[in-house]
């Protein structure tokens, strides 16, 4: 019994981080209506732009954690931008090609600059672990966990809560309504694609202080997760996103720990399909009814 | 319609066979014209006069990617003992003296960039081949190396099938003979009756020692208490920790990569478990990728090179002088490689592959990871040795 709530709080661990980066995809999604491939990339260069500020230019960690946050937001507008925004009204298709395009890029380019030897990097976390009970957490999956609770939170009142936040619920309405009652679109637009990259600058930092370990890749993988993740909770829907990224890791984990390590990924994917048959909108989202 | 797109397909199919098979004959063209060249070129070189010529070793390694370490440290390691050798006047092979050069070629320790990177290399018109560096790299290119008839000795590519051909020799232990030597040093040495084994069952590496140490392990009446598995590319192994942290393991064994290691013992630190691990030949080099050294105090690995011996101590120096970094065992198979290659060439009086290839097993080099000599399916006989990290240090174990 106790090594099963083990094995589930590893899967809290996994599960947090995935859900940190699926709000980002869903908060992209929801607002601008499009899927942002290279945000995966955007969580490694978070975590590369730590490792400069800590590493190499000494700053004290606050700084070095606000300039990863900044270099990504001012990634995400440029990124939105230069390659987004003028394929504004092509179709969906060509501007998803396109965001796997700047994955590439941002990837290569990280490539090029640190090259593919994985760097070794502390964790900027120093919190102690709790034990309950002989149940080990550590203070990284504690830290994830709060932290991804803040931000679901915060994301939720701002989207709900605030002026800008209705300008954005407008704009995914409807972006020529939105237009005609003053709401500017492109602004509105880059402020959504700044707020997904902090998310992503944030979860870059807590996935390298749970990992302490630095390649171009890294963003690949837990990417592709959580985007599961935020279609399996339902994609555009905030909460959504929280809960599809938990049940991920623990499905991981459990399928890993209990089943076959092998296997973790054919049943996490399976799971995905046999939720998009029951539910195609995924556990928390609305269907809504395309207006002809 | 529908005609119309079967009809287009199956052009596309013949068209692409044409073009597959248009494709192999060009580059067996070429290989063959790259192979007449270097004849000649070095049947020019011994009959044009007694000085010989330039020996080139190719070289193949990973010097790039999660395996850079090892390729770069073979490199180095070669690159010391041909400066070594050229400094010393050379080879003297008959009465012609060759100076060696080394070429070496990235293969990113990848299946596929190796064999491009063969093909460059023998394009540029090498003599002989020290590599793969790793196993699966090693594995890919052996067949095509052997229709080459090129001498291939691989500094560290440990699974059995490296040598299978009659071309391929082995400088370091194979993955099985590692798996067993562990498996007694574990009961025997360590007194472990419980053990714990993670293992990428994606690597054949990995899987050729785990199979051999569960083997002789339990054949010496220890118990595998779990065995759990993971692949390449893993970054998180808490779950495979979680479920040995259930059993009463005493002893982990990690038959992995360093970077695998580091995952591994790092984590295992976070779930608070102390238990010792044992790991292979791979761990060589993890002080450099772990963060805190504290998680792998204690770890005890096989290794055939320990640069804190006094006996190494030319090689070591020179190497730091070169490189501004202390030679780990793959430098010392790249520069025993080298000096293996060195006494094929005096051994068999001649330059040609075959006469290199048959010469192999006439030799004795004592070199830097122990004195060695090959049998005729390729392999090594040489002694092993363990090495354990106690203070943050690489200590020998007696």
């Known amino acids: 019994m106790k090594n099963v709530i083990e094995q589930l709080i590893n899967g809290l661990s996994t599960g947090s981080i995935y859900a940190l980066i699926a709000l980002g995809y869903t908060m992209v999604y929801g607002i601008a209506r499009m899927i942002n491939f290279a945000h995966g990339d955007i969580i490694m260069v978070g975590a590369y732009a730590l490792y400069v500020g800590v590493s190499l230019m000494n700053l004290p960690i606050a700084a070095a954690i606000l300039l990863s946050i900044i270099v990504c937001a001012v990634l995400g507008i440029t990124v939105e931008k230069v390659a987004y925004k003028p394929l504004r009204k092509a179709p969906p298709l060509a501007v998803l090609i396109t965001a796997i395009g700047v994955s590439f890029l941002l990837q290569n380019l990280a490539l090029l ?35 991804t609770l803040i931000s679901m939170v915060i994301l939720t009142l701002f989207i709900n809560q605030t002026r800008a936040g209705s300008a954005m619920r407008a704009v995914s309405e409807d972006k020529g309504a939105a237009e005609l009652m003053g709401i500017n679109v492109n602004r509105t637009i ?16 807590l996935y390298i202080c749970q990992y302490q370990s630095l390649r171009p890749t890294l963003g690949a993988l837990p990417g592709i997760k959580a985007f599961v993740a935020a279609v399996l909770g339902g994609i555009g829907n905030v909460p ?17 720990a209990y089943i076959s390590t092998e296997l973790s990924d054919a049943i996490v994917f399976g799971v995905l399909v046999v939720v998009l048959l029951v539910r195609p909108s995924g556990l928390l989202g609305k269907l809504k009814n395309e207006k002809v | 319609m529908k005609k119309l797109l079967s009809m287009l397909l199956i052009a596309a199919m013949v068209l692409s066979m044409t073009a597959c098979s248009s494709g192999t004959d060009a580059a067996d063209d070429s290989s063959d014209a790259a192979a007449a060249e270097e004849g000649d070129t070095a049947e ?13 070793i190719g070289g193949l390694g990973p010097l790039t990617g999660d395996a850079a370490s090892y390729g770069i440290s073979v490199m180095q390691g070669g690159q010391i003992a041909v400066d070594e050798i050229n400094a010393a006047g050379g080879v003297q092979v008959g009465d012609a003296t060759y100076m060696l050069e080394l070429n070496f070629a990235d293969d990113e320790a990848s299946e596929d960039t190796v064999i491009t990177a063969y093909n460059s290399l023998m394009d540029s018109g090498i003599n002989a081949l020290m590599g793969a560096v790793t196993s699966g790299a090693c594995l890919a290119v052996i067949e095509q190396s052997s229709q080459d008839g090129i001498l ?8 059995l099938g490296c040598t299978e051909y009659d071309n391929t020799f082995r400088l370091c232990f194979t993955d099985p003979l590692q798996g067993t030597t562990l498996a007694d040093y574990a009961v025997d040495n360590l007194g472990a009756s419980k053990i714990a084994v993670i293992y990428n069952n994606a690597d054949e590496y990995s899987t050729g020692i785990m199979e051999a140490f569960v083997e002789e392990a339990e054949a010496k009446g220890a118990e595998i ?45 976070d779930l608070e478990m102390d238990i010792p691990f044992i790991g292979s030949d791979g761990w060589d080099g993890v002080l450099g990728t772990v963060t805190d050294v504290t998680t792998v105090e204690g770890a005890v690995f096989l290794s055939p090179f320990l640069a804190s011996d006094p006996a190494v101590a030319d090689f070591v120096e020179a190497y730091e002088a070169a490189y501004n970094a202390t030679p780990d065992q793959f430098a010392a198979d790249g520069y025993d490689t080298v000096y293996v290659i060195k006494a094929a060439m005096e051994q068999a009086g001649s330059i040609e592959s075959a006469d290199l290839i048959a010469a192999m097993t006439e030799i004795q080099v004592d070199g830097v990871t122990g004195s060695v000599t090959f049998d005729a399916t390729g392999e090594p006989n040489k002694a092993a040795k363990f090495v354990k990290i106690v203070n943050g240090e690489y200590t020998a174990m007696e």
């Open chain 2, 225 to 269: 208490v779990a065995n759990e598995a993971f692949v390449t590319g893993d970054v998180d192994f808490r779950t495979q920790l979680t479920s040995i942290k259930a059993t009463d393991a005493e002893l982990i064994c990690v038959p992995a990569y360093y970077q695998d290691a580091t995952y591994i013992t790092q984590q295992a630190k």
């Open chain 1, 240 to 256: 959504g996103a929280m809960l599809g990224g938990i049940v991920l890791g623990l499905i991981e984990s459990i399928a890993k």
């Open chain 1, 113 to 147: 600059i640190f090259k593919a030897t994985p760097i070794p990097f502390q964790s900027v976390i120093q919190v102690p672990s709790v034990s309950i009970g002989g149940i080990t957490i550590s203070g990284v999956t504690i830290v994830t966990l709060v932290m």
């Open chain 2, 44 to 56: 020019d070189a011994a009959e044009g006069s007694a000085e010989g010529g330039t020996f080139v």
């Open chain 2, 152 to 159: 291939q000795i691989t500094p560290s590519g440990s699974a």
């Open chain 1, 190 to 205: 880059s402020q959504t694609f700044a707020i997904g990259s902090v998310l992503a600058a944030i979860a870059g930092i």
